[in-house]
Nanobody, 122 residues
């Protein structure tokens, strides 16, 4: 059974840091990514990382503050979030693909986690 399980969300004050984790099981994935969805808004791309070489790509809104990484031996991807802002408040979703390129569209991912809530207070 293929599963993506996120953890690490929570309630923090502006300027704080959080690290999200996403453990994949059931299959070895290629490129993985993080997306988020705020209340009343569409889901948006946050970051993506390739399996081989660890190439990364970020949304402009998080560039310089967030860092995506992965541990292939553990089939786990991480999202380190620093200098959090109230506008980062959202449910964060991990996504996994079979491909090897850097994908920013949700339709390019085959599997999704259940989401973890991140709330940043001002």
């Amino acid at each position: 059974q293929v599963q993506l399980v996120e953890s690490g969300g929570g309630l923090v004050q502006a300027g704080a840091s959080l690290r999200l984790s996403c453990a994949a099981s059931g299959i070895t994935f290629g490129t993985m990514g993080w997306f988020r969805q705020a209340p009343g808004k569409e889901r948006e791309f946050v970051a993506t990382i390739s399996r081989i070489g660890g190439s990364t790509y970020y949304a402009d809104s998080v560039k310089g503050r967030f860092s995506i990484s992965r541990d292939n031996a553990k089939n786990t991807v991480y999202l380190q979030m620093n200098s959090l802002k109230p506008e980062d408040t959202a449910v964060y979703y991990c996504a996994a693909s079979y491909g090897s390129r850097l994908y920013t569209e949700g339709t390019q991912y085959a599997y999704w986690g259940q989401g973890t809530q991140v709330t940043v207070s001002s």
